[in-house]
């Protein structure tokens, strides 16, 4: 789905909200990972991706070193 801006959404399955991105750290290893999670209530989704390579290519871009 897309917004109004044309930019990539995904809806919470409950409630329909664009789920937020947001870059974490584990607790006890400390390495970081993206968290997908609803605004309207986190406790209808909270999706982590770990995979290395893919964290680190968009932190990568975001920090602007590709």
Do not use: W
């Not at 974490?24 to 390495?31: D, F, L, N, T, V």
């Not at 997908?36 to 602007?64: M, T």
């Amino acid at each position: 789905m897309t917004d109004d801006n044309s930019h990539p959404r995904l809806p919470c399955h409950i409630c329909q909200a664009t789920l937020q991105v947001r870059l974490a750290r584990g607790r006890k290893s400390g390495k970081p990972f993206v968290m997908l999670v609803c605004p309207a209530d986190g406790r209808h989704i909270r999706a982590f991706v770990a995979d290395r390579a893919y964290v680190q290519g968009l932190v990568d871009q975001v920090e602007g070193r590709t």
